[in-house]
């Protein structure tokens, strides 16, 4: 009798954190993304794809492919030093930090990075949301916003 006990609570206690590291893991900004075009011709369809990973309690994100262009594009509208680099390989999202918020529909919040238009070289604030296999962007510049979705690529 004591064993069974012993072994259901066992199983329960296995459970119960089993389940946990799913759900996290299901909230995980960790991986490679498709961004979708929200302006022009292309409209609605897919553009990129973009790795965020995590480095010393930040998070980035690079450009790993592009899907409407060719993969040797170069970023002719960016400034600085990444003036004509090309746009694979581009860290694009710097400095994202899991704030430990949550919204209810978007999911747990990122912020205080930004995120750079490789399309227009314009850089703006940033903030993330992750709720299962969906991102949600914001960049701001000012009080003014534009907001974006991508997808997990599995």
């Known amino acids: 009798m004591i064993k069974n006990i012993i072994v259901i609570v066992s199983l329960c206690v296995f459970s119960v954190f089993?389940?946990?590291?799913?759900?996290?893991?299901?909230?995980?900004?960790?991986?490679?993304?498709?961004t979708i075009s929200d302006e022009g011709s292309d409209k609605g369809k897919a553009k990129s794809h973009v790795e965020i990973f995590d480095e010393e309690g930040a998070y980035f994100g690079k450009v790993v492919k592009l899907l409407l262009k060719s993969q040797d594009t170069l970023c002719d509208k960016c400034t600085g030093d990444l003036k004509n680099k090309p746009v694979v390989g581009m860290i694009v999202i710097n400095n994202?930090?899991?704030?430990?918020?949550?919204?209810e529909e978007l999911g747990e919040e990122y912020a205080g990075g930004s995120i750079m238009d490789p399309d227009n070289g314009k850089t703006y604030k940033c903030k993330i949301w992750v709720k299962g296999d969906t991102l949600t962007l914001r960049g701001y510049i000012g009080f003014l916003y534009r907001t974006q979705q991508w997808f997990r690529v599995k």
């Not at 799913?22 to 900004?29: D, E, L, R, Y």
């Not at 930090?97 to 949550?102: E, L, P, V, W």
Request: net charge positive; aromatic share 12%.
């Open 18 to 34: 089993a389940f946990s590291g799913f759900v996290q893991a299901g909230n995980n900004i960790n991986g490679i993304w498709k």
């Open 96 to 103: 994202m930090k899991k704030t430990g918020n949550a919204d």
